[in-house]
């Protein structure tokens, strides 16, 4: 929401992907520049540093959500297009099945 146009619109999806489950959030915004695009995952980078210095950020956030996602076997992208920017991770989607007994589910 920091990086949405004011009055901008943000999306959020959750889908299947046969059996991946993928989780997206996009807003209306300035591009990242695409040789930055890797980098906004390292640790401390800000692609505008004077407005970020500004509003107290650390660059901290996007590192935290890669390490998380890659920790169970996710990726987290992002991608610039038409005016919106996505951000989109993927996981391992276990399918589940409901034992009629109970209401238990458990994994196949």
Not at 28 to 42: A, H, K, L, T
Request: hydrophobic share 30%.
């Amino acid at each position: 929401m920091h990086h949405c146009r004011e009055n901008g619109t943000i999306r959020a999806a959750l889908i299947r992907e046969g059996k991946q489950a993928v989780f997206s959030v996009a807003n209306e915004g300035d591009p990242i520049p695409e040789e930055e695009r890797e980098r906004i995952f390292e640790k401390f980078y800000r692609v505008d540093k004077a407005r970020n210095r500004k509003e107290g950020r650390y660059g901290l956030g996007l590192p935290i959500a890669k390490h998380i996602v890659e920790a169970h076997g996710g990726r987290i992208r992002v991608d610039c297009q038409d005016g919106w920017t996505t951000f989109t991770v993927s996981l391992a989607a276990e399918p589940l099945r409901r034992h009629l007994s109970g209401g238990r589910r458990e994994t196949e």
